[in-house]
């Protein structure tokens, strides 16, 4: 009785042994699934920021080439509609309808610019720099506009946030969308922006994880539709009645020739009185990491050689 008690024992201590591991393993199995699935989802999402990088140079040549020649003919229909101003000077009705074709002219002329801005190619003087110093010239920028809107401005810090980049351009990129942040709160009863910064780990196209500097723009406006979020850096995409929708679309250039990313999202800092918001952030890394930045080349130059690089590596591996 005593032996097989015994082995009784043994028997019930490998089961309960033998449990526990099976239960360890299917929990670290749960575990990696988990992870791999999040992986996957940044990678895939990493992916498509750098499939929507190459679309945006492409387009930005061919846009480039065709307001250029658009130009060149507008500025004749300037020049004569100038010319025929002056034939018809006692012409009250001619004189009108001569005024509302140079108008057009010149709205023509400030799309043309738009696009040629856009299509720019764009080169960064990357320099050790913070991101208070950033946040505080983009306020500079639009401190006249926030005054006649009267805007409440607000600048929050997490950390030094320091970082290599083109302070200016960074700045500028920061002020358009302070500037679109005004517009999409016009008739709301609170209207408050706030620029915050901090430091983040994220993961970028090649898998990786790097550090960044992620620049924040809230406004306490109507938010975006979800709909509409994935499409906002896109040129030529606006929710408004005018405007060429490109002033996201040269903010997405400017973080692209960091090497950085945007996004989009609803804001965390809505409350009663305020609409839902919208937050859009610039992700730039401490480091530049973009071959424009690394070598002084064009943008447009850069995503070229990386779309160059990356093909050669598919082909190497075919």
């Known amino acids: 009785m005593t032996q097989a008690t015994g082995q009784d024992g043994d028997f019930a201590e490998f089961v309960r042994t033998f449990t526990e591991a099976t239960a360890r393993l299917q929990e670290t199995h749960a575990a990696l699934t988990g992870q791999v699935e999040r992986l996957q989802g940044e990678l895939a999402e990493a992916n498509e920021r750098l499939r929507r990088s190459r679309s945006l140079a492409a387009l930005g040549e061919m846009a480039a080439g065709i307001a250029h020649e658009i130009r060149n003919p507008l500025g004749a229909i ?65 401190e006249a506009l926030l005054e006649r809107e009267d805007i409440d401005l607000r600048i929050d810090i997490d950390g030094e946030c320091r970082l290599r980049a083109d302070g200016p351009l960074v700045a500028q990129a920061v002020a358009n969308l302070i500037r ?58 606006t929710t408004r009645e005018e405007g060429t929708g490109l002033g996201l679309a040269i903010v997405h250039r400017i973080v692209d020739a960091h090497g950085g990313m945007t996004a989009c999202a609803e804001s965390t800092r809505s409350a009663a009185g305020r609409g839902t918001g919208a937050r859009l952030e610039l992700s730039l890394p401490l480091e530049p990491t973009s071959v424009a930045a690394a070598d002084g080349v064009s943008l447009g130059e850069a995503v070229r050689r990386r779309i160059g690089g990356n093909q050669a590596v598919h082909a190497n591996a075919g």
Do not use: W, Y
Request: proline share 3%.
């Open 180 to 237: 679109n942040a005004v517009q999409a709160m016009h008739g709301m009863s609170v209207r408050e922006v706030t620029l915050s910064a901090r430091e983040a780990r994220l993961r970028t196209a090649d898998g990786t994880r790097r550090g960044f500097v992620v620049l924040s723009v809230e406004d306490t406006g109507p938010g975006i539709p979800a709909e509409a979020r994935e499409r906002i850096f896109n040129p030529f995409f």
């Open 78 to 142: 300037a020049l004569n509609a100038e010319m025929l101003g002056s034939d018809v000077a006692g012409n009250p009705a001619a004189t009108a309808s001569v005024e509302k074709i140079l108008r057009a002219a010149r709205r023509l002329d400030r799309i043309v610019g738009d696009v040629l801005s856009f299509a720019r190619d764009t080169r960064i003087n990357a320099v050790s720099t913070t991101a208070r110093e950033i946040l505080e010239l983009a306020a500079c920028d639009c």
